[in-house]
């Protein structure tokens, strides 16, 4: 498997969570938030994302008609 590239991937992510250890390691982010039900930041318009609702029901309702 290719290392995980978080130098790149830190410039795309939306995640305003400060204390996350997990920002741009997407690996580690993703298995964190499906563990708990829920999707990461990057899933997520900004707007959205601030709210820290990362839940399965929030993305299905936002993306439901689109």
């Known amino acids: 498997m ?3 590239r978080s130098d790149t991937n830190l410039s795309r992510c939306n995640c305003t969570w400060e204390p ?3 920002k741009g390691v997407c690996c580690e982010c993703l298995a964190y938030h499906w563990s ?3 999707l990461p930041a990057c899933f997520f318009p900004d707007a959205v994302e601030k ?3 990362r839940s399965l029901r929030r993305f299905i309702s936002l993306y439901k008609e689109k």
Do not use: A, G, L, V
């Open 2 to 4: 290719n290392k995980c």
């Open 20 to 22: 996350c250890s997990r």
């Open 36 to 38: 708990n039900r829920e």
């Open 51 to 53: 709210t820290y609702d």
